[in-house]
């Protein structure tokens, strides 16, 4: 009887069974392949996937900058020119330059501990319509967090009956709108386009 490998064993039942050893040949290898195998696992193992593309995340606290370029390299009258979102920190030189430039001033009373203060933050001045709106403004932030006479001040000067409060006023300084509580994207732009056109 033959054996898996070559070796046999005697046919008859009755005689112990006994093994020969089996003789297999030593394999030889192609130096040439080795090398190109070891080449093609090393060549792979050193590919990276591509890195993604930069997240660029804004801050609720810090003021948010995007640099934006034109989209019309000549800047013509059919593609006014992108004004990006810049949260100033302090009010009277905000009042000031809005008063200089002739362009409304957007001043958002928020505090770090009102959960719709940071829902605002994320969704509505984060947003892409917000920090690449096409209106020149002036963007004040006033931080309440802090329970501090200036916090009182500014809470009354605004009249922020709750927080956050987004208060819109034209070039002249007169209100225009106000936003009570959290709101949306859309309400923050009729806003600043009402003092737009405020004349």
């Not at 949260?87 to 958002?108: F, I, K, N, Y």
């Not at 917000?130 to 009354?156: F, H």
């Not at 859309?186 to 004349?199: C, G, M, T």
Request: charged residues 20%; contains cysteine; proline residues 12%.
């Amino acid at each position: 009887m033959t054996l898996p490998g070559g070796g046999s064993r005697p046919a008859d039942p009755r005689s112990p069974a006994r093994f020969f050893p089996v003789r297999f040949s030593k394999p030889t290898i192609d130096p040439r392949a080795f090398v190109l195998a070891a080449s093609a696992c090393l060549v792979a193992c050193a590919a990276r996937a591509p890195e993604p593309a930069p997240v660029v995340a804004i801050p609720g606290g810090a003021p948010a900058v995007v640099a934006v370029g034109d989209p019309d390299p000549k800047g013509t009258a059919s593609s006014p020119r992108l004004h990006p979102w810049v949260w100033e920190t302090d009010e009277p030189r905000a009042r000031a330059r809005a008063a200089r430039e002739g362009v409304p001033l957007v001043v958002h009373l928020s505090a770090a501990w009102s959960a719709a203060s940071i829902a605002m933050a994320r969704e509505v001045w984060s947003d892409p319509r917000i920090q690449l709106q096409r209106m020149p403004i002036v963007a004040l932030r006033i931080d309440l967090t802090e329970e501090t006479p200036d916090a009182e001040l500014w809470a009354a000067r605004y009249g922020a009956s709750s927080v956050p409060t987004t208060v819109v006023l034209d070039a002249e300084g007169r209100e225009v709108a106000r936003l009570s509580g959290p709101c949306t994207v859309e309400e923050v732009l009729a806003a600043i386009r009402k003092a737009a056109a405020d004349p």
